[in-house]
């Protein structure tokens, strides 16, 4: 059984790297010395570097998007409530990563851009098929009208995640709102339900 001490010392080792190296000229056996193990170590528990930073953005942005997992699956609550939930958590785990990132000063506009990538692609894959559910949910209720939910689900996380990460195309507050704002007429256009039944929203 894995030694989840190890695990985290190893992804403790690469976040202190990240903050004081590029991402390409940081190497397994520099990691491995700062975590104080090992190299062969490191191949028991990754299997290459850039699964060690898979799980590094992982654990770094895993509490927001579990907590609204967790809350999704409560069918008792409405849909559009739950995809609040959601969208609330994509807002807090990206506050959470460029807090975390944009403050590194000695971090370059490539690994920033790198790291973003890998973010973006953990937050959408991590929410996809928990918004698909309560998408389809809600077609079943009767309260959404719509025929692919899983492409509603994989557009509207692309949009929102991207929006709030801010890095490809940079907003201002008001721009970002307007867009956001913009998403939710269309997805209350496209579902067929009440104007304003999104209106609540927040993103802000």
Same mark, same amino acid.
């Given at each position: 059984m894995p030694d989840m001490k190890k695990y985290d010392l190893i992804l403790d080792a #690469?976040?202190? %790297?990240?903050?004081?190296r590029k991402i390409q000229n940081i190497s397994v056996s520099e990691i491995a010395q700062k975590a104080g193990i090992g190299k062969g170590s490191i191949y028991y528990y990754f299997p290459s570097k850039e699964a060690i930073l898979d799980a590094l953005i992982q654990r770094s942005y895993e509490k927001p998007l579990q907590t609204a997992k967790a809350l999704a699956v409560q069918t008792d609550i409405a849909p559009f409530t739950r995809m609040a939930m959601l969208f609330q958590a994509c807002r807090n785990s990206s506050a959470a990563f460029l807090s975390q990132n944009g403050s590194a000063?000695?971090?370059?506009?490539?690994? #920033?851009?790198? %790291?973003?990538?890998?973010?973006?692609?953990?937050?959408?894959?991590?929410?996809?098929?928990?918004?698909t559910e309560i998408i389809k949910q809600g077609i079943a209720r009767g309260e959404i009208h719509f025929d692919y939910p899983a492409a509603l689900a994989e557009i509207v996380l692309i949009v929102i995640a991207v929006k709030l990460d801010n890095s490809l195309i940079p907003s201002t507050p008001e721009e970002m709102e307007d867009t956001l704002k913009g998403l939710i007429s269309l997805l209350e256009r496209g579902t067929d339900v009440t104007p304003g039944s999104l209106s609540y929203l927040s993103f802000f």
């Open positions: #690469l976040q202190q %790297l990240l903050e004081e000063s000695d971090t370059s506009a490539q690994d #920033l851009a790198f %790291l973003h990538q890998k973010y973006l692609k953990h937050v959408i894959s991590e929410l996809k098929p928990e918004l």
